[in-house]
């Protein structure tokens, strides 16, 4: 049986993490850092553009040099990293740092792994 090493790098994704479906998944992931996450990313936050009247909304993703961005990220995800360690015999080994994901092991465990991915990764973001 062949075996191989996926590596994955989420295109943008600090970005494009859904707040809302994280701060729900923090609730329950990581009670205590829920509700400063809450208190920080409840309502979309007022960036002014210099010399201009204009006044941009972020409404997703984490604030570029937050230094709990990197936890948020981590515990919205859980959900779907506990999904994507459900499997049978053929299920691979799975390593995530930040919005990099490697999975080793029989190609089609691999394959599954990353369908799982396609599938439901957009919705967390």
């Given at each position: 049986?062949?075996?191989?090493?996926?590596?994955?790098?989420?295109e943008n994704a600090f970005?494009?993490?859904?707040?809302?479906?994280?701060?729900?998944?923090?609730?329950?992931?990581?009670?205590?850092?829920?509700?400063?996450?809450?208190?920080?990313?409840?309502?979309?936050?007022?960036?002014?553009?210099?010399?201009?009247?204009?006044?941009?909304?972020?409404?997703?993703?984490?604030?570029?040099?937050?230094?709990?961005?990197?936890?948020?990220?981590?515990?919205?995800?859980?959900?779907l990293v506990d999904m994507?360690?459900?499997?049978?015999?053929?299920?691979?080994?799975?390593?995530?740092?930040?919005?990099?994901?490697?999975?080793?092991?029989?190609?089609?465990?691999?394959?599954?792994?990353?369908?799982t991915i396609k599938q439901?990764?957009?919705?967390?973001?």
């Amino acid at each position: 049986e062949m075996e191989a090493v996926l590596l994955v790098d989420a295109e943008n994704a600090f970005n494009s993490l859904n707040r809302e479906a994280a701060i729900n998944n923090l609730q329950y992931t990581c009670p205590v850092f829920f509700k400063y996450i809450l208190n920080t990313y409840r309502k979309p936050a007022e960036l002014h553009v210099c010399n201009s009247e204009d006044t941009i909304y972020s409404e997703e993703g984490t604030t570029q040099g937050d230094t709990s961005a990197m936890a948020m990220y981590a515990c919205g995800l859980m959900p779907l990293v506990d999904m994507l360690k459900e499997g049978g015999a053929t299920h691979p080994k799975q390593v995530y740092y930040a919005d990099d994901a490697a999975a080793a092991g029989k190609l089609e465990g691999i394959a599954e792994w990353w369908e799982t991915i396609k599938q439901h990764g957009p919705k967390y973001g």
